[in-house]
């Protein structure tokens, strides 16, 4: 079993959608998790940071963490083109410092 | 600043040539990394260090050396390498190794022929 799973997609909605991103991840001991948006061609830039159980919001994204059924997830509402992109969830298992990252999920909105 | 700079952007070598890539991050940030990412693959992590000292080398390869010469900056100097070792290379720094949030910098693009 992987570390941390996501289904690579693609993942496509129309413009003004709700987007749902979904990840799990094997390691009980993980504290930390984020989220993070790839573009093509780009580095890595960090969306999203939640490390209890709930809702995090921040503008028109919000993360899901619920470490019981050791999942998280991010919800993008009102899908815009701009956010086609790779979404990377990332897991810091214990106190390591380590990210470890899912393969990723390719959103693509569409106009 | 709130800003990761990498030099070069672009980098190609051949397989008997030394190099170094270069980090640079002024976040007062204690920890710094070195991954490598292939084309439709997560970031692999390399090296972290903390404090300015290597704490974590994921079983990398003797032709990759990481140096930190101060907080500040992360070198990762490149000797010999083959060319499956064509990818990017990301630096990323965070305010400290365990929890924080890591910031990545714009990486570098490595050919090696």
């Known amino acids: 079993q992987k570390e941390v799973e996501q289904n690579s997609g693609p993942l496509s909605v129309p413009e003004g959608a709700i987007a749902s991103l979904n990840c799990t991840y094997s390691d009980r001991v993980s504290q930390s998790f984020f989220w993070y948006r790839q573009y093509s061609g780009k580095s890595p830039e960090l969306i999203m940071s939640?490390?209890?159980?709930g809702d995090k919001e921040d503008g028109r994204f919000t993360a899901q963490l619920n470490k019981a059924s050791q999942y998280v997830s991010l919800l993008i509402r009102d899908s815009q083109p701009s956010d086609s992109a790779t979404y990377l969830c990332?897991?810091?298992?214990?106190?390591?410092?380590?990210?470890?990252f899912g393969q990723g999920t390719t959103l693509q909105v569409k106009p | 600043d709130t800003e990761v700079t990498q030099t070069p952007k672009h980098l190609v070598m051949g397989m008997t040539n030394k190099k170094s890539l270069k980090c640079e991050q002024h976040m007062g940030h204690r920890a710094m990394y070195w991954y490598k990412q292939k084309a439709k693959k997560p970031p692999e992590l390399m090296f972290v260090?903390?404090?300015?000292?290597?704490?974590i080398n994921e079983s990398v390869p003797s032709r990759f050396s990481p140096e930190c010469p101060n907080s500040s900056l992360l070198n990762l100097h490149l000797h010999a390498l083959q060319p499956e070792d064509s990818a990017l290379y990301l630096c990323?720094?965070?305010?400290?190794?365990?929890?924080?949030?890591?910031?990545f910098g714009p990486g570098t693009r490595l050919t090696v022929l």
């Open positions: 939640i490390y209890s159980n």
């Open positions: 990323a720094s965070s305010q400290a190794r365990a929890h924080n949030e890591q910031f």
């Open positions: 990332a897991v810091t298992p214990g106190n390591t410092g380590k990210l470890i």
């Open positions: 260090y903390s404090y300015e000292k290597l704490s």
